[in-house]
């Protein structure tokens, strides 16, 4: 048998009027064979293609055969389809506990393209990292991988399997009376050919649907017996190049689902491409359809008594790294009733409690850990951070130095010393700090920014500079960006450079937000807003150490009205001071003192208007109602209802400067409040821009209504309030 090599191009067409070796970047076999008119194509390249199996960009295509006999080279097409038919086949068999724990087994069938481009993959990667790759794979899902089976990727004549355990803490969030759960694991992944040209032009280029395969997704859930559950409708639609149905059952408090979508041509003709994405919207449609569970059990739900602290504790870690701290704080409780000398609960409890800025809770929870073990390798950072967040700095110097006692390599509390040594103005103390903790993470770039503030306050101006041309280098970032101008901005230095960085963070933060939509809200969005107060109250007073006035008070206002910033507030109080406006000025001093972490300077400018600090306390309690009406939208007498709910509201700049509604979107709570999604759609939202810039601003509120008075108020979170999606 003598083989002939090919020459092909695995990313283009063949332009046979162009005969260049350039067209070519791959090289594959065929075996012509002594029957008349057939042949073995071969991919000898990749090691482990199953036989005659071609990738899917290898079929279908002309290539230049080269005949190993002498023959003439010529060009040929490669075959169409696979020699076995495509599929994968992934199935998932799990239990979900009383208190939400979901553990299940996975196991995947692949054959075809899938299964060449996951042969290649572990193939390539050693057998050691294998778990990662998986980790990878299961991504979607989350939770702890387990008991990995891999078949040989060399073992071409069998499918290639892959099989593991996955448990993830709180799949359901059993705190909840309802709850929607999207089913794991299942992504049909159709091309979306939406900018298609819809011709009838017969020269157009075919659309790619990619390879004839067929695609089987199978579930079985078992739930806790406190829940109801109520399946998703079934679903089919067929076409002559496709065909896609699910079906849904449930049987007591066992759930089974099965979805296959079988493709059977790989490229339709350009004018249906309305007809294809029709299809795809319906596929879309159903795979977005969730299994809704509701607790049967009257009243509040409660973490189950018979709960064992290993699994309060595990429930409780991955609530605090899903943002829901409330939840995370009910079972790290529970966990300590459970065993009140647990060695991990009072850690993970005191930065759930930090995270809600409930610091004196975290403080007692710190101190609850360092009881049990006083050589902790958290607990004295924590609790330097807990005690910085209060100010009560000579407590966080001692929890600080304690950490570095225990750990004289302790990254974290050489850096937070340094910054906290910086906020209390001891620059000479903050310098050596943040050195040594940018020796210990030398690609820390904010840490570098945290160094350069540093040199700055000390008169080192060149020192700084280059400190912050490092921290760009090390991470070119809008928040590395804003963060370099702020500090250049409070000391009035290379203010042309502030503005600059300044701008630029705030532009690459608007562009960003443009995308937000509430129907694909994820998690990594929500910081956005906070960012954007930032960058645009350290704009604003890169504007205020220019002299310009005008422009630091529409973008400082602009961050102070959305964020309610105690150090935003004081920025903006000194402006209206500066104008000669000191009755506004006065008011906004008041307010910043009740507003997120005041600016302990403001008591004093407060002080210099009102006469003497004897004043300031009255001040204070005298506008401090206004600062929760500020954030209060009043729907009028229009309560049918007793409850209260979450939604998000989406606004971008309407008219002059008004805040107009683009799309709003109930959250969690009382349904039945989902009658009011109008009403917030025309509400009127005091929220100003400080220019002309297309942006996007997310805000998430609770409406909360009354039979008793008739009203419906609905309250807008703070921005750094915002923590979860759902």
């Known amino acids: 048998m003598h083989a002939s090599s090919v020459l092909i191009n695995s990313s283009r067409k063949l332009d046979p009027d162009v005969p260049s070796p350039a067209q070519f970047d791959h090289v594959i076999t065929m075996l012509p064979m002594t029957t008349p008119h057939e042949e073995v194509w071969m991919d000898t390249t ?11 960009t290898l079929r279908h295509k002309l290539a230049l055969v080269i005949p190993a006999n002498g023959g003439t080279p010529h060009l040929e097409e490669t075959p169409a389809d696979t020699p076995m038919p495509d599929s994968e086949i992934s199935e998932v068999d799990g239990k979900v506990n009383d208190i939400g724990k979901l553990e299940a087994h996975v196991h995947y069938t692949f054959r075809g393209d899938e299964e060449l481009l996951l042969r290649s993959v572990f193939r390539r990667v050693p057998e050691a990292q294998w778990q990662r790759v998986v980790e990878n794979v299961n991504s979607g899902m989350g939770g702890e991988v387990t008991n990995l089976k891999i078949s040989d990727p060399a073992a071409t004549r069998e499918p290639f399997t892959m099989s593991y355990d996955v448990a993830r803490p709180n799949f359901l969030d059993w705190s909840k009376k309802k709850s929607d759960l999207i089913l794991p694991l299942c992504q049909f992944n159709l091309p979306d050919l939406s900018n298609a040209d819809d011709d009838n032009d017969g020269d157009a280029e075919p659309l790619k649907l990619g390879p004839k395969a067929d695609y089987v997704y199978k579930i079985k859930l078992e739930l806790p017996a406190k829940y109801t559950a109520h399946a998703p409708l079934a679903f089919s639609v067929k076409r002559d190049y496709a065909e896609y149905q699910a079906t849904y059952k449930l049987e007591g408090t066992t759930f089974t689902a099965s979805r296959t979508l079988t493709l059977r041509q790989d490229e339709l003709p350009a004018p249906r ?10 596929v879309t449609s ?3 359809q969730f299994l809704s569970v509701e607790n049967t059990v009257a009243g509040t739900p409660t973490p189950p008594a018979d709960m064992k ?12 790294a899903a943002g829901n701290l409330p939840l995370a704080i009910q079972l790290l409780k529970r966990a300590t009733e459970v065993d009140p000398k647990n060695k991990y609960v009072w850690n993970f409890l005191g930065g759930a409690y930090l995270g809600l800025r409930q610091n004196d809770d975290a403080i007692a929870a710190l101190h609850k850990q360092i009881e049990i073990n006083p050589y902790d390798e958290y607990a004295y950072n924590a609790l330097g951070r807990a005690y910085w967040q209060e100010r009560k700095y000579d407590e966080a110097v001692t929890a600080f130095n304690k950490q570095i006692e225990i750990n004289p390599l302790d990254k974290f509390s050489h850096a937070g010393l340094g910054a906290m040594y910086s906020e209390w103005h001891k620059y000479d103390l903050a310098a050596p700090e943040l050195e040594k903790a940018a020796s210990l993470t030398p690609d820390n770039a904010e840490l570098q920014v945290s160094l350069g503030d540093a040199y700055l306050n000390l008169g080192q101006d060149d020192k700084a500079l280059a400190t912050f041309d490092h921290a760009v280098e090390l991470s070119a970032t809008p928040t590395v960006w804003n963060n370099i101008a702020y500090q250049l901005s409070l000391k009035k230095s290379h203010l042309d450079r502030a503005q600059q960085y300044a701008e630029s963070a705030v532009s690459a933060t608007t562009a960003a937000l443009r995308n937000v939509t509430l129907d694909r809200l994820t998690p990594q969005e929500l910081p956005l807003v906070s960012s954007l107060i930032a960058y645009w109250d350290t704009l604003g007073w890169v504007y205020f150490g220019e002299g310009n006035l005008d422009q630091a008070e529409k973008y400082v206002a602009a961050a102070w009205g959305l964020g309610h910033h105690g150090e935003v507030g004081d920025h903006l109080g000194q402006i209206y001071e500066k104008r000669g406006d000191k009755n506004l000025a006065l008011r906004t001093y008041a307010l910043s003192l009740s507003a997120l972490r005041p600016d302990p300077e403001t008591r004093g400018r407060l002080a210099s208007l009102t006469g003497g600090d004897t004043k300031v306390d009255a001040t204070v309690a005298k506008y401090k109602e206004d600062l929760q009406q500020l954030r209060t939208i009043d729907l009028g007498k229009v309560a049918k209802e007793t409850g209260s709910a979450d939604f998000f509201v989406l606004l971008s700049r309407g008219k002059g400067s008004a805040a107009t509604v683009e799309a709003v979107k109930f959250a969690s709570g009382d349904e039945k409040l989902k009658v009011f999604t109008d009403a917030l759609r025309t509400a009127e ?18 409406l909360s209504c009354s039979t008793a008075t008739g009203t419906c108020m609905f309250v807008l979170m703070l921005p750094d309030d915002v923590r979860t999606v759902d």
């Open 46 to 56: 990749s090691e482990v293609a199953p036989f005659r199996l071609l990738a899917y």
């Open 286 to 288: 159903d795979l977005g």
């Open 685 to 702: 939202y005091r929220v100003t821009f400080p220019d002309d810039t297309p942006v996007k601003i997310l805000r998430r509120g609770i």
């Open 309 to 320: 602290v290993d699994d309060l504790v595990e429930s409780g870690r991955a609530a605090v």
């Open 273 to 282: 491409a309305t007809d294809y994405q029709a299809f795809r919207r319906a």
